[in-house]
């Protein structure tokens, strides 16, 4: 069912681009992947603080998705290891269990914090401006999926992280690709104004399930 549904958005994602509706999202993507590849290369101070507004989007969403989730956040620390090494941040939260304990754990890497703003503020602005707010979403986005590269790669592919370890690396993985594609759905449909109707849902649903079915006679007919 999982393979089915990310089938599903791949080919939402694939289909009916408008490249003239996101041009601004593209421009602002790739602005900040020069401008990340620019700071890696000169290192020094510009660095120290981007790792630092990652730390913060991090913990800061973790708080967020707590107190939605219904928890408690009893305190959150930012520390910058480049500036003080050996100190950790943190969020300590309470109220956590169940179901949503893991999308608690893994909203870091699948909830792009600073895109979420100029997603709602792209339906309240008019031309030019919603055209600034397009950019703002493509840096943004940039900026989480880099920051989501870079803290697998750094961590042994999540298995230094304990947000990954405390859910478990298949699950983890399985949640943050899922909700990934989803989010990009979403910020396509937002783009391009073009939300998928009734008709296409259950059009979707039931392909979804013809997808299951397949995969899981073509599973069967491998077994002995």
Known sequence: MICA??????????????FGALDWFLIGFVCFALVYGAILYTGGAFQSHLHF????????????????????????????PIEKPGTN???DALGLGGLISPFVYLSPYYLPLFTIPFLLLRYVVSPPTQQAVEFLI?????????????????????????????????LSYVVIGILNLLSLVVIKAVLQEKWPSADNLTSFISRTQAYYMFIVDQIRGLLP
Do not use: P
Not at 5 to 18: G, P, Y
Not at 67 to 78: A, D, P
């Open 5 to 18: 549904c990310s089938t599903e958005m791949l080919l939402f994602l694939a289909s009916d681009i408008d």
């Open 138 to 170: 493509g840096f943004t986005l940039a900026f989480h999926y880099t920051s989501l590269i870079d803290e697998l790669l750094k961590q042994r592919f999540g298995l230094g992280q304990i947000d990954i370890r405390k859910t478990g690396v298949i």
């Open 89 to 91: 941040s943190y969020v």
């Open 53 to 80: 507004i990652r730390l913060l989007r991090h913990e800061l969403t973790h708080s967020i998705t707590t107190m939605i989730s219904g928890g408690r956040v009893r305190e959150m620390l930012v520390a910058n």
